[in-house]
């Protein structure tokens, strides 16, 4: 950083009066001095609003904001994020693109940069896209790919990259996300709308009428730690109800799922644990029961659902493969007794069973099958529509289940240019190619060009792209199966990438640019994603450090190159547009809140919006399905679609079933070689690889040095591997080193390393070690099913084994090799 004259003798002037006065006499005063000097700010994050003391231009201390009852100790993270190590402090080249200019991809990995200007930096970037559609045209540029992004209306990375590159010309974009992939495409065909991402039943609802709360692979005492906008924190004051309720018996509490998870050990309930990846066939054995005790709603199934009957021909093996689905038949697969499997089923109807599912169980292969079977289950009950009964897909995000207040949000900065304007090339020729893909497809476009796939009753080309542009996205975290990702980038000629820390992606990138974070800028944010709770101001809590810009000001000087500069700004500045938002959102919601004018909101530094009213899911639907159809192509709740059932596909035909999948642990395929079940799922510490970097929050957790592998004991025994230990995991995709966290949480059989984790290798080359311990590194990525195309990760079966050859360092963290 650079450091005034003025600042660097007050600097001496402090040290000289330490080393005069002693530290003794200096140190009676640090925490009346902490209080008394400085300023203290206002801003948000994933994590929640925070106040922020600022002395000398430096972040000092977080404290949570006061609106906040149950802050999530990740806030202790932040000011690492701010200083890591691994910030992108200057524009960056990869040598061997900018040396040979042949565009050579050999090498690409190897974190060789050169340090270049801004000028520099900007021209090379403009000069690719002009190259890209002069020599191509848009099916050769991928620009589409989109992540968590930093919180913040105004500043959100995405928009501005896509608006800048779709003035200059059009590009391939994706559609769906790997969070929800299988599930927020299946469930439209189901439930006549997406669900993951729908205001669920009020929590107060479900505490007041539930019998039975089934939390199927759902976690979210970790979970809701984090937000997509300014996260709040309200769930937690229900979890602590519901905590109560269980210790008193009020509520029966289920955790299905094959670990004892963070919230199973919160709340202190029950636990039915079951073989990974087999839900569908334990499904199918409650709807066995179901339906032979006659214990299922037949007057709900023949108001509110369509094609029960060809779907309960399959289970009792009139159909297809010619199976009864009994309980003897699901028990063999899940790992769960016949006995336990009807249990379960007669608990569902022994009154009010709210069911709340997470979002692992669809990031497997044929993911599609366990959302519209637990749909059908539901159904099955009967209680979808009623206060504290039903199914929720969302409980564990962004405090769904709060009651909204109807608070409406601040809009941001346009994704897309202005309505009229051309881009400077106006060309839409795809060649041939699709000009839009599933999100997870990307890498095969790389290894696959022009074959074609079926997707969702499409088909889609995959296209031959050259040039890919990332912003504030880590693709090298959330895509699977690192070595087929390096192979793949070879046939990459650029890849730019816009970010504040130096991420894998960054490591994998020709063009580096060196975004700001979200406290060296101003902005604002919707606090509480779904619970409408108002407004938080992200006051500026220091000046960019490095040579870090905004993305609003990276993005201007590439709109200079072609002239369009003033479109894409409008004129404005960042603070001119803050208050713009901040006026629109003031407008639109002056019938219903009394929010005060931007300085005395932006001096106080957040508007309460209060609390909502408690709401049920699909209650309307239930009180008349003829006036309130779903979005299903019947209106109805759709068993068997038959829509689905015309698009042909082999892993996804007209109602759900049970598939085998291409890896399965507990004696199923290739489990022989590799025995151990891998969940990658949502880390406790971190955002999914946001705050990693964070190094003191980091160690927190790590375990000499590396990401924690977490294993059963009997299972470490067996391989003498005690606590603490370096452990190599490895499968026919990659190998990583973790260290060992031994716990009875998790079955034999079965291990965890959560994703997100900094990918780290030892090198650029194919079948590296990862360093640091990137479950991505072992994942398979194969589509979930021909429906939706979406990530599989959970979907894999690992070997391990203590470690004990010549440790490597950790690669994962520090920035790149600086080349002259």
Known sequence: MSVSRRRFLQGMVATSAASVIGPSLLGMNKAMAAETVGTWKVSGSHWGAFRAHIYGGKLQEIKPLELDKHPTEMLNGIKGILYSPSRVRYPMVRLDWLKKHKYSAATRGNNRFVRVTWDEAIDLFYRELERIQKDYGPWALHAGQTGWRQTGQFHSCGNHMQRVVGMHGNYIKKVGDYSTGAGQTILPYVLGSTEVYAQGTSWSEILENSDN??????????????????????????????????????????????????????????????????????????????????LYNKDFIKTYCLGFDDFI??????????????????????????????????????????????WCIQRQEHGEQPYWMGAVIAAMVGQIGLPGGGISYGHHYSSIGVPSTGFAAPGGFPRNPDEGQKPKWDNNDFNGYSSTIPVARWIDCLLEPGKQIRYNGSKVTLPDYKMMVISGCNPWHHHQDRNKMKKAFKALQTVVTIDFAWTASCRFSDIVLPACTQWERNDIDVYGSYSGRGLIAMQKLVDPLFQSKTDFEIMTEVARRFGRHKEYTRGMDEMEWVRQLYSECRDANKAKFDMPEFDEFWEKGYFDAG?????????DFREDPEINPLGTPSGFIEITSRKIDRFGYEHCQGHPMWFEKSERSHGGPGSDKHPYWLQSCHPDKRLHSQMCESEEFRATYAVQGREPIYINPQDAAAKGIQNGDLVRVYNDRGQLLAGAVLTDSYAPGVVRIEEGAWYGPLNEKEGAMDTYGDPNTLTQDIPSSELAQATSANTCLVEFEKFTGSVPPVTSFGGPIEVS
């Not at 509520?251 to 670990?259: G, Y």
């Not at 790992?335 to 599912?357: C, H, P, W, Y």
């Open 611 to 619: 609390t909502g009213k408690p709401w049920v899911r699909h209650a």
């Open 313 to 358: 021909q399959y289970v009792m093996g009139e159909t297809k493969d010619k199976i009864e689905k009994d309980p003897e038949w699901a028990a063999e697969i899940c790992g769960v007794s016949a006995d336990k499997i009807r249990e379960f089923a007669r608990m569902l109807v022994n009154g009010r069973t709210q069911m709340l599912f997470g």
């Open 213 to 294: 709360i089934v939390l199927w692979a759902n976690d979210p005492v970790k979970n809701l730690q984090v937000g997509w906008n300014c996260e709040t924190h309200e769930s937690f004051a229900y979890l602590e109800q519901l905590k109560e309720k269980v210790a008193k018996g009020e509520i029966n509490v289920l955790s299905v799922d094959p670990v004892k998870n963070k919230t199973q050990r919160y709340l202190n309930n029950d636990h039915l644990y079951i073989n990974p990846q087999t839900d569908v066939a334990f499904m199918l054995g409650v709807a066995h029961t179901l339906y032979t005790e006659e």
